[in-house]
T-cell receptor, first 114, second 117 residues
């Protein structure tokens, strides 16, 4: 079974608009962490934001926020006020306490246009 | 200097060649990783080293041989590769608190784009 599902292979957004990138996950482990990474064309994966399964509030980091809906097992990334430099691949990932592994989704390619 | 440096950035090799990928981290981290990124597939964890000891070998073929001589350096030795091994190979490091690696924020290098002919 796929642990991390990103159903949007590609997304377009206009500059200065907000965009939501979807991520759903599957785990029976009560203790887990959720991550989002950005991969620009240079190849480097850049950490954006982290949400722990026991965190009561949604994580925020600047223009990035994570819409954590535990019952629905979703961890969508919201980027506010999109910039041209946000154009990149975005990967959702999950770590489970019991397996001690970080598992990635297939990614969503975001393109920001002027 | 960036936190995690990988060399070379690009590598083309024949199936009978032997080559090595190098990764160096300047962050003082204790854990280092190799990931394989193929087109349209999730990143695949290959190896994890914690304090220079291999803690994870994710069913990787023996034609890939990792080496971690110290906590700052990680190598991936390649021998008799197949065309399907062509991919972006990413190195990462993490602080590794409390002996567990999966809940750590990873810092990645820019990768080595490998083409096997």
């Amino acid at each position: 079974a796929q642990k991390i599902t990103q159903t949007q292979p590609g997304m377009f957004v206009q500059e200065k608009e907000a965009v939501t990138l979807d991520c759903t996950y599957d785990t029976s482990d009560p203790s887990y962490g959720l991550f989002w990474y950005k991969q620009p064309s240079s190849g480097e994966m850049i950490f954006l934001i982290y949400q722990g399964s026991y965190d009561q509030q949604n994580a925020t980091e600047g223009r990035y926020s994570l819409n954590f809906q535990k019952a629905r097992k979703s961890a969508n990334l919201v980027i506010s006020a999109s910039q041209l430099g946000d154009s990149a691949m975005y990967f959702c990932a999950m770590s489970e306490y019991n397996t001690d592994k970080l598992i990635f989704g297939t990614g969503t390619r975001l393109q920001v246009f002027p | 200097e960036t936190g995690v440096t990988q060399t070379p950035r690009h590598l083309v090799m024949g199936m009978t060649n032997k080559k090595s990928l190098k990764c160096e981290q300047h962050l003082g981290h204790n854990a280092m990783y190799w990931y394989k990124q193929s087109a349209k597939k999730p990143l695949e964890l290959m190896f994890v080293y914690s304090l220079e000891e291999r803690v994870e070998n994710n069913s990787v073929p023996s034609r890939f041989s990792p080496e971690c001589p110290n906590s700052s350096h990680l190598f991936l030795h390649l021998h008799t590769l197949q065309p399907e091994d062509s991919a972006l190979y990413l190195c990462a490091s993490s602080q590794e608190k409390g002996g567990r690696v999966a809940n750590e924020k990873l810092f990645f290098g820019s990768g080595t784009q490998l083409s096997v002919l």
